[in-house]
């Protein structure tokens, strides 16, 4: 990054009162509002990830893991990668 780029990012974010700023990369502020959204938005995402993987590995005690070819042909027609034209899935999981 160029100096000038450097410089932009380390300026508190306009609006920002003083005292409210937090710090994000090294040498980079942000508005605490802005900065604890974000931290929040993280978190929620991080949980939502353990919680499906918690589910996955529930299924998969249950009912053995996937079968890698199964999930490649449905991914293929999902995407449109299937030779039937990529239509949509349709019954038949």
């Known amino acids: 990054m160029h100096a000038e780029g450097a410089r932009h990012l380390g300026r508190r974010e306009a609006g920002a009162t003083e005292g409210t700023t937090a710090h994000g990369p090294p040498g980079v502020e942000i508005s605490c509002r802005r900065g604890a959204a974000a931290l929040e938005k993280a978190a929620q995402r991080q949980i939502e990830r353990d919680n499906l993987d ?23 027609r999902l995407t449109g990668g299937a030779p039937n034209g990529g239509a949509a899935a349709t019954s038949g999981c």
């Open 54 to 76: 918690e589910l996955i590995a529930d299924f998969d005690k249950v009912h053995g893991p996937a079968d890698p070819e199964a999930v490649a042909a449905k991914r293929a």
